[in-house]
């Protein structure tokens, strides 16, 4: 197991091997086991039904429980009793045909009643269980296998849909016939779990679409194509200036409407929805950002960005690197300076640790700058000063301590 800490200066990882130990060989990891007082789904095509107290225990007193089991692609169920004892002046399992609680009740079961090996088969493909005990005597209940009869692997389908103003939206109907799971391949390098999930893609194009269905009988597959002709709106990430480990550095974005929400994600893990992501890289590399924007009709446009992360070049030209932040920390006042070689449009902003802007100057067409910041009225904390000068971009931290 593998755990990665990071804050504003950087990133450190911890290791250890064997942290977590399972044992998958007993029975319980196939088994569905009676809540208290609540409803419990399954769709697994053989194992073992518990009462609440397990094999070793009693159940609980004032039980009243509900085991669905509909296993996919199954014919019919049958039950098979290994053992059993409740209390037989009111601790009782119903059984009943059907996937719910209206089906007939087909076996009525308390005390020691029924014995051992008793077997019961549902005449369709699910079956329901109710137990309910008082609040007198508890005993240590039963177990139950079950088993599906003469199923059949899934056959996989699903139909899809352009969504109105989203023309590069697609709502997928899963039409499958008896599939408990789901995996979907949008053709864009991007899949889902879900069972009928909606995706939108990033770019026109075709793409082949793949649903894959699976039971406990197998898996079976189907393929289609989806034309993608435009977007409801363009967006792009502004490239980044030259991003150096353990640099806190600032991304933007071009949209060619009003955005109601972006989504960032740093591509090591760390996520942001404020209008500019500030992301601190601990290792070099090559990295790619993504953003995802929504505009007001909640249509969905993906952009990424790949970039290297590197170290700081010591030989490094850049006109940034005359980017002066003093004293540091500070209690109060924190003084920004920069030589420039030419005029140049300079924009100042602050961030706090959430990325909301606390301050931000714009200056036109200037050959150096001087800022004096009063930051006394913040709390003590780390804070992300980012300049940018035509274009490119430089983050450095800035710590408070009253």
Request: charged share 15%; glycine share 8%; with cysteine.
């Amino acid at each position: 197991m593998t755990l990665t800490a990071c804050n504003a200066t950087g990133c450190e990882t911890l290791t250890q091997s064997a942290f977590i130990e399972t044992d998958l060989s007993g029975d319980y990891c196939n088994a569905l086991i009676f809540p208290h007082q609540s409803d419990l789904y399954s769709a697994s095509c053989t194992g073992f039904i518990y009462d609440n107290g397990l094999p070793t225990g009693e159940y609980a007193s004032n039980t009243d429980a509900w085991i669905y089991l509909q296993p996919a692609g199954a014919e019919s169920v049958t039950l098979t009793v290994n053992n059993f004892r409740t209390d037989q002046y009111g601790d009782t399992l119903y059984i009943h045909d059907g996937p719910n609680a209206d089906a007939p009740i087909i076996a009525a079961y308390t005390g020691y009643d029924p014995g051992d090996g008793t077997q019961i088969t549902s005449s369709g493909d699910a079956v329901s269980l109710h137990f309910r005990s008082n609040q007198s005597s508890t005993y240590f209940g039963f177990e139950i296998e079950y088993a599906c009869n003469n199923g059949i692997a899934p056959v996989a389908n699903f139909t899809q849909q352009t969504s109105g103003d989203c023309v590069n939206q697609v709502a997928f109907a899963n039409a499958t016939t008896g599939g408990a799971n789901y995996a979907w391949d949008f053709g864009d390098g991007t899949t889902s779990l879900e069972e009928s999930p909606t995706h939108s893609y990033s770019a026109p194009g075709d793409y082949t679409v793949v649903l894959t269905a699976y039971n406990e009988l197998g898996n079976t597959s189907v393929s289609q194509t989806v034309s993608i002709t435009d977007l409801p709106f363009t967006l792009e990430i502004d490239s980044p200036g030259g991003v150096q480990v353990n640099v806190p550095e600032a991304f933007t974005y071009n949209a060619s409407v009003p955005l109601t929400n972006v989504k960032w994600n740093s591509g090591i893990g760390f996520l942001s929805e404020d209008e500019t992501a500030i992301f601190t890289y601990s290792e070099e590399g090559e990295v790619t950002l993504t953003l995802t924007g929504t505009d007001a009709n909640g249509c969905e446009v993906t952009a990424r960005r790949t970039f290297t992360v590197g170290t700081t070049d010591t030989n490094d030209v850049s006109i940034l690197t005359a980017f002066d932040l003093y004293p540091n920390p500070t209690d109060g006042a924190l003084t920004v300076s920069i030589v420039l070689p030419a005029a140049a449009d300079t924009e100042l902003t602050v961030y706090n640790t959430l990325g909301q802007i606390l301050l931000s100057e714009k200056r036109e067409s200037t050959t150096s700058y001087r800022h004096r910041l009063d930051i006394s009225k913040l709390p003590s904390g780390q804070y992300f000063v980012v300049l940018a000068v035509d274009g490119e971009i430089l983050g450095r931290e800035a710590v408070m301590r009253k």
